[in-house]
Nanobody, 116 residues
Framework: QVQLVESGGGLVQPGGSLKLSCVAS????????MRWYRQAPGKEREWVAT????????NYTASVQGRFTISRDNAKRTIYLQMNSLKPEDTAVYYC?????????WGQGTQVTVSS
């Protein structure tokens, strides 16, 4: 079955960096577009970034453009989110996502807290 397992979250000061990872299993990873979403307390889940299949293209929501980088290692079946110049408003639970067949799959999430 499809599994997505995120890691790498934590507490970081404003202006700092974190790198999230999501290890995937149960589907043809190289063929799948992979996405990061986040959900802040009291807010709806929002899309953050996408890496198309085979990593051909990447897209970002405007608020993270130039600060976050999504990348993938198909051999390791892993998607990454490098987050630089973090701001308090980046505080959220970050989720890895893919759509395989008719179903959307989500990881369990990893907490990122940006605070001094």
């Amino acid at each position: 079955q499809v599994q997505l397992v995120e890691s790498g979250g934590g507490l970081v000061q404003p202006g700092g960096s974190l790198k999230l990872s999501c290890v995937a299993s149960g589907f043809a990873f190289s063929w799948a577009a992979m996405r990061w979403y986040r959900q802040a307390p009291g807010k709806e889940r929002e899309w953050v970034a996408t890496s198309t299949n085979f990593g051909g293209r990447t897209n970002y929501t405007a608020s993270v453009q130039g600060r976050f980088t999504i990348s993938r290692d198909n051999a390791k079946r892993t998607i990454y989110l490098q987050m630089n110049s973090l701001k308090p408003e980046d505080t959220a639970v970050y989720y890895c996502n893919t759509i395989w067949g008719p179903t959307a799959y989500w990881g369990q999430g990893t907490q990122v807290t940006v605070s001094s």
